[in-house]
């Protein structure tokens, strides 16, 4: 059985977001990936694992070594689809601000 994940589920999990902020800047294996979190490697593979599926992380072979770097297409389809919630806040704060400056 195929299970599609959400994105959304998967980035709501606090080491998935600091996997994801780990291999922003540069590929890592699975290895060096566990040895930044105080969890079990099977335990981080599984968060390998939801990501790949996700879409956010993708897997290079090098040689014998596994290699996960973002997939910039998927971070980028998740921003667009956040940016219309993100202007519509910074409008209404921006309103809130004008108004609450008006009582000073």
């Not at 202007?87 to 609450?100: G, T, V, Y």
Request: glycine share 2%.
């Amino acid at each position: 059985m195929n299970l599609r994940r959400d994105v959304f589920q998967a980035i709501a999990d606090p080491t998935r977001r600091a996997i994801l902020l780990l291999v922003a800047s540069q590929s890592m294996t699975a290895g060096a990936i566990a040895s930044n979190f105080d969890t079990a490697r099977p335990t981080v593979s599984k968060h390998l694992q939801i990501l790949t599926e996700c879409e956010l992380l993708e897997k290079e072979q090098n040689g014998r070594e596994i290699y996960y770097h973002l997939n910039p297409k998927k971070i980028k389809e998740i921003a667009d689809f956040i940016e219309p919630f993100r202007e519509l806040w910074d409008d209404r704060f921006n309103k809130l601000e004008a108004i609450m400056k008006q009582y000073k």
